[in-house]
């Protein structure tokens, strides 16, 4: 039985200044960096996710191929990579734009909570959204 998600992968170009988005504009937290020496798993292995939780992390990892740069800021083609929940929409978006993230137009409402689409300093897009209470599945 599958029992969580722990580890999901966004390739960057450049590391550091991930971790600088992620941390100093986003606010997340940063989990692991750690220089990796294993046969094939060279490299740096660096994490971030939100502060209230540990689980699940962000890998911030290092397109260090031709195949992994052509991927960098269209990881899942043009749909929602990461969406990032809110408890206070208005105040987060606010913060957000005033310290340069870029945001896909306007906030919109819908029935599972206002939301705005921004992306990373790779072309990376996510979702900021604070949810709406829903009803219970049918």
């Known amino acids: 039985m599958l029992t969580d998600i722990t580890h999901v992968t966004l390739l960057v170009e450049d590391?550091?200044?991930?971790?600088?988005?992620?941390?100093?504009?986003?606010?997340?937290?940063?989990?692991?960096?750690?220089?990796?020496?294993?046969?094939?798993?060279?490299?740096?292995?660096?994490?971030?996710?939100?502060?209230?939780?540990?689980f699940p992390q962000i890998a911030l990892t290092a397109a260090d191929t031709a195949e992994k740069r052509e991927r960098v800021g269209s990881q899942v083609a043009d749909h929602v990579n990461l969406v990032f929940a809110t408890d206070d929409f208005d105040a987060e978006y606010e913060r957000l734009r005033e310290a340069g993230v870029e945001?896909?137009?306007?906030?919109?409402?819908?029935?599972?909570?206002?939301?705005?689409?921004?992306?990373?300093?790779?072309?990376?897009?996510?979702?900021?959204?604070?949810?709406?209470?829903?009803g219970p599945a049918e």
């Open 15 to 54: 590391q550091d200044e991930a971790l600088e988005f992620y941390t100093g504009t986003l606010g997340l937290v940063k989990r692991d960096d750690v220089e990796m020496e294993e046969e094939g798993m060279e490299g740096r292995w660096l994490t971030v996710s939100p502060s209230d939780a540990e």
């Open 103 to 134: 945001f896909h137009g306007e906030p919109t409402e819908n029935p599972w909570g206002t939301e705005a689409v921004f992306e990373d300093p790779y072309g990376n897009v996510h979702d900021l959204l604070e949810p709406a209470e829903m």
